[in-house]
């Protein structure tokens, strides 16, 4: 039998949607042969550069200092060397993303008395590989109709080009390559997809002089500075400013995601996360720029706009259209744009269109709303009709043979089904999309009264929120756990795990005190909550795993949701015991929350442990960092009233009353 090696360690930069993944020095690949599994420059989920390997004096270096922040990698190189041996070469390397590309500048310094002669080689290279096609999800794809090919150019750069064509459609994509100080290039053979070229410099060094390089591989075109921080962001802080480490790295970690918009570059949204995640999508974009509004307000409005552009206006099975739908993703890769995968505009999600709404509540902007009156219409009118509101009493979604089977924020095949395992039949109804939509309508209901001069509209609105919010009661809660149902299948029977998704009830604030009560003393339990967050399936069940993705992981953003939750019922002592519990859990994933981690509890191991895959900076982590700063700080119920602490706590729509029942905590 093989053993499975463990993942290799990789440095990842990310900045304005472009990401670099390679070894700590900066290199990508290895002179001999280009990147192996994911490494590589990538924009627009393309693979700009496969091979950047720097040479020095034909030298091995190594880095003997580094810092990194979001974007940008400040190294040192020295050459390798025995003990009491001395070299006067030192170089210092900075590399910044920027979203067209990477922009790296070397200084090579002669620290001697006597001038010398520094050789530097810079071996780069690419296959413009499509990231779906490097991920470890087993899928192949036929790219033998691709072209590439390299120029050199009178000007001293050069460019790498990429065609491909499928049944009448193209994509095309280009690398070109720029210095500050013209090198002589040699191309090297072509090989497959991959195209590569060998640049190499001569440089004279006075003694203790400096001389600095600037190379750029950008997107062709593109020339771009680097992007600057949004308008409306606040600066993060210093390590000694008096800032909450928590809130000082996970506002770097959502910085470092903030990207233009793919098909608007205009807006500014946060990427899903890393590593391949960087686009637009519906249900993480909405919840994270909820979520940190108070540290970024212009996210929420860029979102908006954003899913206001790619909302469906046609009947697609492929794509899982649907009029007046809100998208799931966005992609513009090749695989994308040649159909051979359904992602270029993807709408296999339940989830996006109630929180489209839900998040119009939070919106203070009348201009905004304004415009944005025609696309909540037109997802009312979805969640009314191909939604299955008015035909079934709930919002559902049929598993997408071709997509995603499950289309909740649990979209992995086995994160729907009964505490024995029993797979559910038929349109599914999950619990939380009954939470989201009923206060979606909610707020348009407010909004259609206050903003939009339609009380008749209102009207009918909150009736069907009201007829909603008794209908889940009836239908969802298990008397005999106190505590509702994963979800109601097409049949109407009860999915009867118990899951985390109970604690978006909260959040969502559908439940009637006692129910939220209930819930929050149940979350809370052993076979729950972990001392470092919930679970995301209760221990016990059939298909709970500690280590699984949806099935007893936790994840902190669904954990943090149910803490605003139970915060916002008036649970406040219970919401900072949860706040604590991921607060430290932080502190032992460097205070950078990752997008998940094991479901163990403290006394089966002393530290959190770390699921490999977990994707690290993520958005919705980073905002459940915030969350947690922001609950954590808030007094006690002892020192002022549940609903004067809560007020500043949660993110609560405008419309929303600070309190969502008469629980006293």
Not at 78 to 96: C, G, I, K
């Amino acid at each position: 039998m093989t053993a499975l090696a463990p993942p290799s360690a990789v440095s990842v930069l990310v900045a304005h949607g472009a990401m670099m993944r390679g070894a700590a020095d900066g290199s990508v690949g290895s002179a001999a042969a280009p990147a192996v599994g994911t490494e590589g420059l990538y924009v627009a989920d393309t693979r700009l550069l496969s091979r950047w390997i720097l040479e020095i004096d034909d030298s091995t270096f190594w880095e003997v200092g580094s810092v990194r922040e979001p974007g940008r990698r400040h190294t040192a190189l020295s050459p390798a060397a025995r003990r009491n041996q001395t070299h006067d070469l030192v170089a210092f390397r900075t590399q910044e993303l920027d979203a067209g590309g990477l922009t790296e500048t070397l200084s090579i310094r002669n620290l001697g008395r006597e001038p010398i002669t520094a050789r530097l080689v810079l071996r780069a290279g690419t296959d413009f590989a499509d990231q779906f096609t490097v991920r470890t999800d087993g899928r192949t794809f036929d790219l033998s109709g691709a072209t590439s090919s390299l120029t050199l150019l009178d000007d001293g750069s050069l460019t790498f080009d990429y065609t491909h064509t499928i049944g009448g459609r193209t994509f095309e994509a280009g690398l070109q390559l720029t210095a500050s100080t013209v090198p002589s290039i040699l191309p090297e053979p072509e090989a497959g997809r991959f195209v590569g070229a060998v640049l190499s410099w001569v440089l004279p060094l006075a003694a203790g002089e400096t001389q600095t390089l600037t190379i750029a591989a950008l997107t062709v075109g593109d020339s771009r500075p680097p992007a600057p921080a949004p308008a409306g962001s606040a600066a993060v802080g210093s390590a000694d400013d008096g800032v909450d480490p928590l809130a000082r790295r996970s506002l770097k970690d959502l910085d470092s995601l903030l990207m233009p918009c793919p098909i608007m570059p205009s807006l500014t949204i946060p990427a899903a996360g890393l590593p391949w995640f960087l686009t637009l999508f519906g249900r993480d974009s909405l919840l994270t720029s909820m979520l940190t509004r108070a540290e970024r307000p212009q996210l929420l409005g860029d979102v908006l706009r954003a899913l206001a552009t790619t909302q469906g206006t046609a009947h697609d099975p492929l794509r899982v259209e649907q009029p007046g739908k809100m998208v799931h993703e966005v992609r513009v890769s090749e695989l994308a744009q040649l159909g051979a995968v359904p992602y270029g505009r993807y709408y296999g999600t339940v989830d996006s269109t109630p929180l489209f709404l839900m998040a119009l509540g939070c919106l203070d902007d009348p201009v905004l709303l304004r415009e944005l009156e025609r696309p909540a219409r037109a997802a009312v009118e979805w969640i009314l009709g191909d939604g299955g509101l008015w035909d079934t009493g709930f919002l559902r979604y049929t598993p997408d043979p071709n997509g995603l089977l499950h289309q909740g924020w649990k979209d992995s095949f086995d994160a729907v089904a009964g505490a024995d395992g029993g797979e559910p039949a038929g349109a599914i109804a999950l619990a939380e999309v009954q939470g989201y939509t009923w206060r979606g309508l909610q707020e348009c209901a407010r909004l259609a009264a206050e903003q939009w001069g339609d009380q008749a509209w209102a009207d009918t609105l909150q009736q069907v929120a009201d007829e909603l919010k008794a209908r889940f009661r009836k239908e969802f809660w298990m008397e005999q756990h106190n505590f509702p149902a994963l979800a109601v299948d097409g049949d109407g029977w009860q999915v009867n795990a118990l899951a985390s998704n109970a604690g978006h009830l909260l959040w969502t604030g559908i439940l009637d005190p006692e129910d939220a009560r209930a819930v929050t003393s149940r979350l809370l339990q052993e076979d729950f909550f972990t001392g470092w967050g919930i679970r995301t399936l209760a221990a016990g069940q059939h298909y709970y795993h500690p280590m699984s993705y949806h099935n007893g992981s936790v994840w902190p953003h669904d954990t943090m949701l149910a803490a605003e939750g139970m915060a916002a019922y008036g649970f406040l002592a219970e919401a900072k015991r949860v706040a604590d519990g991921m607060r430290e859990a932080a502190m032992h994933f460097g205070n950078s929350l990752p997008e998940l981690f094991g479901g163990f509890s403290r006394a089966d191991f002393p530290v959190p442990v770390q699921y490999h895959h977990a994707g690290s900076p993520q958005a919705w982590a980073a905002a459940a960092g915030l969350t947690a700063v922001r609950i954590n700080g808030k007094a006690s119920p002892a020192s002022q009233g549940p609903a004067d602490a809560i007020a500043d706590v949660v993110s609560v729509p405008p419309g929303r009353n600070a309190k969502f029942g008469s629980a006293d905590g």
